[in-house]
């Protein structure tokens, strides 16, 4: 795994040891020996991953990791604090200030070696996901940063998965403080508990009596409905091998027995505040994607969709050997529509023109929205004659209804001109399809508007019940 750490300590000694351990296991090693030059080289994202010691002689290391927290371009960056404190009021306090891990020294190797890789691992999957929504701000979507900076950790769902009565009784309520709890004491119904609670955190105790805890977690690993939730297992203290294979099979943090219970509040609220983060970034990454393919006036595609998609229906028509439709639609007199009304009346026309759309077609449809007033709609598995029954009572749905503008206080009437053409299961080019079709949106309207034209396929078998032009009303 090729990852940047970053080693903060004052003292040389420390700062020598820590990089000969990690270089020997090849990660890339950068270091610092102040919590300011720490600061600095965070902010020029120099760094995967941050081992931080408390006791510093500018800044100690709970303000230096505060800091780097309340920054969005360093908040996600994961902060293990390294110090020989061991209090457990210290590592509450490291915790609270947003580390993700707090370590005593004198550091196991493996422990140390372990906890970097796992949160590397982690921070490496969420840099995809930001480097994929990177463009969210340029299209309006809000960056997750800030919420996620001002989030306590608090009020989530969390799954406690332990059999020991004596156990569960204590920690349960200790959670219920500050989150709804739910106990499963039945390991084997654990995983599907899970898959079906929407949990935010999941607890796991990997000292389970008849079920293999880390089994569990590597199966809530492997479900999709629980693959991004995270685990928080609780292991006996002397149980370090178990616990450093749950980190290998993505366990994502620890406590050890006995609990403390500030302890447990601290890092289940740092887990759910991740998860929401992390949540948040894959919705954006959607969003993205949805404004991209998406008209936003109309809630239809757009023609870059449309242009992509409509070959994979024809590809797909092809290899079956099915009839495609296409029908190119154009509202008449638009332009007058704006002239006259104003450009938001004409957005009102758009948007409900979409709406007749939408109820006159099949979920396997594809419409969309070409540009302008111009429409188009794919209808796979159509051939001519049902396509054109399909845009006549598109036709006379317009027709046949005004159209609401200014708010609902003015109607007025519209109507539409159809062109259509189809794929008869040959190899022809949609290209091809298309300029048949608006060869016959321009007879429709040259003829008079309001009407619909089809031309057939010069591959189309003759058929005594080929479509007829349409004429107006």
Do not use: W
Not at 25 to 39: H, I, M, R, S
């Amino acid at each position: 795994m090729s990852a940047r750490v970053l080693v903060v300590d004052d003292v040389p000694a420390n700062v020598k040891l820590l990089e000969a351990r990690l270089s020997a296991e090849y990660f890339d090693v950068v270091t610092a020996n102040c919590g300011t030059q720490a600061l600095e080289i965070a902010e020029r994202a120099e760094c995967d991953i941050i081992l931080l010691d408390v006791m510093m002689p500018d800044m100690d290391g709970f303000e230096v990791c505060r800091r780097l927290k309340a920054n969005p371009k360093t908040h996600f960056v994961p902060v293990v604090m390294v110090t020989a404190l061991d209090h457990p009021s210290d590592r509450v306090r490291g915790l609270e200030a947003g580390a993700d891990d707090f370590l005593t020294k004198p550091v196991s190797d493996v422990v140390l070696i372990a906890r970097v890789r796992s949160l590397t691992r982690l921070k490496m999957m969420t840099d995809e996901l930001r480097m994929r929504a990177i463009t969210s701000l340029e299209i309006g979507v809000q960056a997750p940063e800030r919420d996620a900076i001002a989030d306590q950790g608090k009020g989530g769902r969390v799954l406690l998965v332990d059999d020991r009565p004596s156990s569960y009784e204590r920690l349960a309520p200790v959670l219920a403080t500050e989150h709804t709890v739910d106990v499963e004491p039945n390991p084997a119904d654990a995983v599907f508990h899970a898959a079906e609670g929407n949990y935010d955190l999941l607890i796991v105790s990997l000292g389970l009596e008849n079920f293999d805890g880390l089994r569990l977690c590597s199966q809530a690993r492997s479900l999709e409905r629980t693959r991004n939730v995270p685990i928080l297992a609780i292991s006996d203290a002397d149980n370090n091998s178990r616990l450093l294979r749950g980190l290998e099979i993505g366990v994502n943090d620890y406590l050890l027995r006995p609990v403390d219970k500030n302890e447990l509040l601290a890092r289940a609220r740092t887990q759910i505040r991740k998860r929401r983060y992390t949540d948040h970034l894959r919705d954006n990454v959607q969003n993205s994607i949805e404004m991209a393919i998406t008209d936003a006036l109309t809630g239809l595609h757009n023609r870059r969709y449309m242009e992509t998609h409509v070959n994979a229906l024809a590809e797909q028509a092809t290899t079956r050997g099915k009839p495609l439709a296409l029908m190119i639609l154009d509202i008449d007199f638009f332009k007058a529509i704006n002239d006259t009304y104003g450009h938001d009346a004409g957005d009102d026309v758009l948007r409900e023109f979409a709406v007749r759309i939408r109820k006159s077609i099949r979920g396997i449809d594809l419409a969309c929205r070409y540009g302008g007033e111009e429409f188009v709609i794919v209808m796979p598995e159509t051939d001519l004659h049902v396509a054109g029954m399909v845009a006549d009572r598109l036709r006379r749905s317009v027709a046949g209804e005004t159209f609401a503008i200014e708010k609902g206080a003015r109607r007025i009437d519209v109507t539409v001109s159809i062109g259509i053409s189809s794929l008869e299961g040959k190899s022809e080019a949609v290209a091809d399809v298309m300029k048949r079709a608006d060869q016959s949106l321009y007879r429709a309207k040259h003829d008079g508007r309001n009407r619909v034209v089809a031309t057939p396929s010069p591959f189309a078998q003759p058929s005594n019940g080929a479509p007829q032009m349409r004429s107006a009303r």
